[in-house]
């Protein structure tokens, strides 16, 4: 009988090295776009593509993970008293769902991340969600690989094309062959050295895995980085079971570096119906104070 994906995994126990020193003392996962932190971003799409059980991988000062989705007696107190009732059930939706957590002793890298939630899944297909990408579509991006994996029964690794100058920064497919959005690959390469990818298609934190990718994790090889890469398993997986890409459709928002988690703020911000004419009168007014500034 088939089997349904149920589980998914948020690996948040990463350093957030890029955005120190605000990821001191506070998980970069907790970092907001507007009022509300990244990782519920996340959340709420497993949550949107029929997930019915999500395992957080946390680690060493990333309490405020947990405290985030738990119930809040004393500030929903508050708030019903206040009357804010809008804020109210805003604060109640982040604490509705099932959420897990286990712990990752050591930052050893996103496999490892992975490998520490083998006993939650078990043997089923399980999803993994990134943080670092945060995708608005239609038909929730998750939701697009699980219906693909529903048709093909294979692990299904999202895709989406990046500049050939960035390739360096990610996970890249050499496709083979396709069949619209859904490619067969020939190698899952993490991280390639500049000017030798041999595509563009990159892949975007999102991941519908058969269990046993655990076989591979299981021998914690070290790749890119010094640490336990995902991808190499996932290559590895693929010279025994069909490992497939999908180019999900979708606007992908890159909040895992500065740079993009500043535009999507702004983008969001432009788009939010209580914000967006302030800031847009803000935007007007530092870009003339920046003409003028050229012109003198
Ligand atoms: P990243 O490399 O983007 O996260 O890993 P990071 O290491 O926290 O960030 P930088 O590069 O230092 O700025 C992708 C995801 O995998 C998790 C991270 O929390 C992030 O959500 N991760 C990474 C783990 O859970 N454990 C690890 O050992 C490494």
Redesign the pocket.
């Known amino acids: 009988m088939n089997k349904k994906v149920t589980k998914a995994i948020i ?9 120190l020193p605000a990821t001191k003392a506070m998980p ?2 907790m970092l907001p776009i507007l009022n509300k932190p990244t990782i519920e971003y996340i959340v709420e799409e497993a949550v949107a593509s029929g997930i019915e059980d999500i395992l957080i ?1 946390t ?1 060493k000062g990333k309490r405020a993970i947990e405290d985030h989705f738990d119930n809040n007696f004393e500030l929903e107190d508050n708030l019903l008293k206040k009357g804010k009732f809008e804020l109210l059930k805003e604060v109640r939706a982040s604490s509705r769902v099932e959420i897990h957590y286990i712990r ?1 002793k050591e ?4 496999g ?2 992975i490998w520490t939630a083998r006993k939650f899944i078990g043997n089923e297909p399980f999803a993994v969600l ?3 990408d945060i995708v608005r579509s239609k038909e929730p991006c998750l939701k697009q690989l699980i219906g693909k994996y529903d048709e093909m029964q294979s692990s299904i690794i999202g895709v989406q094309t990046v500049p050939g100058d960035q390739t360096y920064r990610y996970g890249i497919i050499e496709p083979t062959q396709n069949d619209g959005r859904c490619y067969e690959v020939r190698n899952f390469i993490e991280k390639p050295v500049p000017g030798t990818a041999p595509s563009n298609l990159a892949i975007m ?1 999102r991941y519908i895995l058969t269990p046993e990718i655990f076989r591979y994790l299981e021998k914690q090889e070290i790749g890119a980085g010094g ?1 336990v890469q995902l991808t190499d398993a996932i290559q590895k997986l693929n010279k025994v079971q069909n490992v497939y890409a999908y180019d999900f459709e979708g606007k992908r928002y890159d909040v ?1 570096e500065m740079i993009g988690f500043i535009r999507t703020t702004i983008e969001f911000a432009l788009e939010n119906e209580e914000y967006k004419s302030e800031v847009e009168e803000i935007m007007i007014e530092l870009l003339k104070i920046k003409s003028m500034v050229k012109i003198l």
């Open positions: 690996p948040a126990a990463g350093l957030g090295t890029r955005f970069k996962e991988v680690g990752q930052p050893k890298g996103l490892h991340a990134l943080g670092d934190g640490e895992g």
